[in-house]
């Protein structure tokens, strides 16, 4: 079965650290505040980039290294999948390209990317990377280039349009995040009243000021896709 685009339902999936988790990407939140070994605080913030550039850089250009050794799991295949029935819209906390590597279309990061790099004083100069940044890698005007990442105490630029896109769900669903990190977290707030709402997650946290019926389906991403997949398909 596949629907013609005009008669497609928008589905929104909101995705963090857990989706990711399942294809070997730690997450910081399950090893005590530590990702891969270092204090988030050291490598995920504007005050640990001032302390110690040659750090973070190292510590991206690790995680760009794993990226490169990791594929898609079932989840993000599984999500891929539903755009032969939905129009679906993915707004990630994950910093990965799993999604595009599954075959997603419509992908927003929140959060950055961790195959992109800009300038640390022109926030509009964006380029592709997928190698090693060093501290001799320049903008045009001699300025250092630093991962486009979102850290900890920055604006989120992608925050109106993921709004947006929520705004407008006929289906929201979250999958593999805690929602303590905010704006992330307040997403679910604005889908609208008569959409429905689904949480896949083992442990789910609590979904606050969510006027929608929430059912929650406590699975990990590729145990609980295959059941949200059923109950999607009945509603077409």
């Not at 032969?84 to 819209?89: P, R």
């Not at 789910?204 to 019926?213: A, D, M, R």
Request: without cysteine.
């Amino acid at each position: 079965m596949k629907i013609k685009n005009r008669m497609k339902k928008k589905l929104v999936v909101l995705t963090g650290a857990g989706i990711s988790a399942e294809s070997g990407i730690k997450t910081f939140r399950d090893d005590d505040g530590l990702w891969e070994g270092h204090n988030v605080m050291d490598v995920a913030t504007p005050e640990g980039w001032q302390r110690n550039k040659e750090l973070v850089l190292d510590f991206y250009n690790q995680r760009r290294k794993q990226l490169h050794e990791v594929k898609p799991n079932l989840g993000h295949i599984m999500i891929a999948s539903l755009e032969q029935y939905f129009e679906v819209h993915i707004i990630t906390q994950n910093v990965d390209n799993l999604h595009e590597q599954a075959g997603s279309s419509n992908v927003l990061h929140l959060h950055g990317e961790l195959l992109k790099v800009r300038s640390e004083k022109n926030k509009n100069y964006i380029l592709n990377w997928s190698t090693d940044l060093n501290s001799t890698d320049k903008d045009p005007d001699g300025f250092q280039l630093r991962p486009d990442i979102v850290w900890f105490g920055e604006d989120v630029p992608a925050l109106e349009q993921a709004l947006m896109i929520t705004r407008q769900a006929d289906f929201f669903v979250v999958i593999g995040t805690s929602l303590q990190v905010y704006p992330a977290s307040g997403l679910v707030e604005y889908v609208p009243s008569k959409s429905s709402v689904f949480y896949i997650d083992p442990n789910p946290g609590t979904l606050h000021n969510v006027q929608n019926k929430v059912e929650i389906i406590s699975k990990k991403a590729s145990e609980g896709l295959p059941i949200l997949k059923e109950i999607l398909l009945r509603s077409i």
